[in-house]
């Protein structure tokens, strides 16, 4: 009998943002801004656990309210605006991995992304179990080109990439004579749960790329993003999943 995978989707919410203070649980349209990634997890009956890694007592308390588990806080010193990933990470799977709770794959679901749906989720695993490989990560196609990019040396600029085209610099082109080039966003990523010790990483060696359409990979980091992702919503430019269940803020 084929072995059914084991599955766990990992959400990071630690509470000591910087940029914008409280991030994490930001009202956003009636809920705090962690629940919608619960939500979208919750509604894919794909997970066989939805756990939430937080220093924050309160912030655990709102994530148990829209339905993940917080088994143990994150030590601080994972909990800094330099922690890797990877540090996170394998703590937790680490500490349910002594309790003799094994997977087999992971999810990062950001916080950050309220317009990640059950269906990019869905989406994203079928397309993984496709292709049978190590990782997936969700990328989009950059709008500030890196051939339009410098570094600073000695009070001159230079650009990070070098080439021409047509006999123009790269930095001199418009922006559709460029190489697409691909940034991740903070919509998904997936990976086999065994790259944390093979290549002491979140990813192998070899990672997919999974292109978010449209606004699906649309990340709250700032203050302007949070206004913009306010107004599309006022404009019904696009839209997140209805949360069911009553607001924590008004329970």
């Keep these: 009998m084929k072995h059914k995978p084991r599955?766990?989707?990992?959400?990071?919410?630690?509470?000591?943002?910087e940029r914008v203070k409280n991030k994490n649980i930001l009202n956003f349209f009636g809920h705090p801004l962690l629940a919608y990634a619960i939500n979208s997890a919750v509604k894919t009956n794909l997970f066989d656990k939805i756990i939430v890694s937080t220093d924050s007592n309160h912030y655990a308390k709102i994530a148990n309210y829209y339905g993940a588990e917080i088994p143990f806080l994150r030590p601080k010193k994972i909990s800094t605006s330099i922690s890797s990933d990877y540090s996170w990470i394998k703590y937790t799977l680490s500490k349910l991995a002594n309790k003799k709770i094994i997977f087999d794959y992971f999810f990062i679901l950001r916080p950050v992304n309220p317009f990640r749906t059950s269906k990019t989720i869905i989406r994203a695993w079928k397309f993984f179990r496709k292709k049978k490989n190590?990782?997936?990560?969700?990328?989009?196609?950059?709008?500030?080109?890196?051939?339009?990019?410098?570094?600073?040396?000695?009070?001159?600029?230079?650009?990070?990439?070098k080439g021409t085209h047509k006999g123009q610099p790269l930095y001199s082109c418009q922006y559709k004579t460029l190489p697409k080039i691909y940034v991740q966003n903070a919509s998904l990523e997936i990976s086999k749960v065994n790259v944390l010790t093979k290549n002491r990483s979140i990813?192998?060696?070899?990672?997919?790329?999974?292109?978010?359409?449209?606004?699906?990979?649309?990340?709250?980091?700032?203050?302007?993003?949070?206004?913009?992702?306010?107004?599309?919503?006022?404009?019904?430019?696009?839209?997140?999943?209805?949360?069911?269940?009553?607001?924590?803020?008004?329970?």
């Design 7 to 17: 599955i766990i989707a990992l959400i990071p919410a630690r509470s000591g943002s």
């Design 134 to 161: 190590i990782s997936l990560r969700a990328v989009e196609l950059c709008d500030q080109h890196p051939a339009k990019m410098w570094s600073l040396r000695k009070g001159f600029i230079f650009p990070l990439i």
């Design 203 to 251: 990813v192998g060696k070899k990672i997919i790329p999974f292109f978010t359409n449209k606004y699906e990979g649309l990340d709250i980091n700032n203050f302007y993003d949070l206004y913009y992702a306010k107004y599309l919503v006022k404009k019904k430019i696009l839209k997140f999943e209805d949360i069911k269940k009553k607001s924590f803020f008004k329970k």
